[in-house]
């Protein structure tokens, strides 16, 4: 095959097909998400270390986990309200200047509990701009692309990680804090030009243009009043909750793997600290050569059969996990390929199963509630992990498979979401 054929054909890819027929606000936001994935990828294996190694705790780290979660759930709830009346795209900028720049410089500096839990506070602000991105992201594209679109959001991630061995090289060179301090500095400087990019090339969406127009003379505590009339009618759709109660358990999964995973493979498996570096690197790799080269294979149109494997895959990286030897960098490798493969199946369709369920008129406030449910029906879990990480650090792990058995009963019994050709 010649060069031109095989650019021909790197065009027709679904998934360039995807960006091509949504352009504007969805492809500008999936093309600088690398400004986001690259520094805190390169971060996320040593920030528990970065905690430990200056006399944070388990206990402590798991307190910071579950406070912060409290104050997420404050911020979800406003999230909504301030992403209908300062409309979608001011609001996102608003969430990354607060919640990851100004909290980045904390964290450059912080030495001990009481900073560390300033930062963790600060990034909270990150949640306002979680129900306002993704609006962004979605609303003006069609519904038949958001499982695309939500795997080109996770490929921008990924190839972020590529980077992380660099990380690896430094602290190898000059030890955990230092770099860190330095990485966090360098988080700030990105996330304040994604800030700047965003107020460029974005634009607001026709439904945030219509959400602003109709809440320009309504109240913020009017409006947060009125939740009162959207959590009965979210209670009462089965689809919802269905969606709701995976993205619950995936969010808990997700604070155990971030915060104990990097200190159950080096003080419990005795794992070299250099490695954390590889692992993500690995699990990209995996997820990177799935989205890209099967996803598209897997209609997008069903969901019950990829999330129910997925999980069972999730489910079974655990095990592998949780009774992986001593200095057996081969079992922890195999759990990365699995778990990896298990994300790439899941991550996109439970968001996407998510949006399809939920009304677009109140989109943006319906999120911020789901968010605000799920932050809080997590916070527990926080401190819960650390105390189990604390008495035997498989437990979390442990708990973690629990939950994927019951994702997979609750997969079992959701019904595959009607996907039109219409706008969202």
Known sequence: M?????????????????????????????????????????????????????????????????????VQVFFSFFGGILADKLGRKFTTMMGDFFGWAMACLVWSVSHNFWLFLAAAVLNCF?????????????????????????TWVNIGGLVAIFFAPLSGLFVNSYSVVPVVRVLYLVFSLTMIAKTIITFKFCHET????????????????????EYRHLIPSLLHSRGVLKAVAVSVILYIVNIVNTNFFSLYVTQRLGLSENL??????LNAAVMLIFMVGIQHRISVTKFRVPLWIGLALYGVAALLLIFSPANSVGFVFLYVFVSAVAAALVNPRKDALLQLNINPQE????????????????????????????????????????????????????QEPQVEEKDA
């Open 2 to 70: 010649n060069l031109k054929a095989k650019i021909r054909g790197l065009k027709e890819h679904p998934l360039v097909q995807v960006l091509a027929n949504n352009g504007g606000n969805p492809r500008t936001l999936v093309l600088i998400e690398p400004l986001w994935g690259i520094p805190y990828n390169l971060i996320a294996p040593f920030a528990t270390l970065y905690m430990y190694t200056q006399g944070v705790t388990d206990v402590q780290i798991g307190l910071i986990l579950s406070v912060t979660m409290v």
């Open 126 to 150: 990150e949640q306002i701009n979680q129900t306002a991105w993704y609006c962004l992201l979605i609303e003006d594209a069609r519904p038949k692309d958001l499982v695309g679109l939500y």
């Open 206 to 225: 026709r439904q945030g243009k219509i959400r602003r127009a109709e809440t320009r003379n309504v109240s913020v505590f009017q409006m947060l009043g």
């Open 276 to 281: 954390l570096a590889v692992f993500p690197i």
């Open 363 to 414: 989109r943006a406030r319906l999120n911020a509630l789901i968010m605000a449910s799920t932050i809080a029906l997590s916070s527990p879990f926080g401190y819960l992990a650390g105390w189990l990480s604390s008495v035997d650090r498989r437990l979390p792990f442990a708990v973690t498979l629990v939950l994927f058995v019951i994702a997979m009963l609750v997969i079992c019994r959701v």
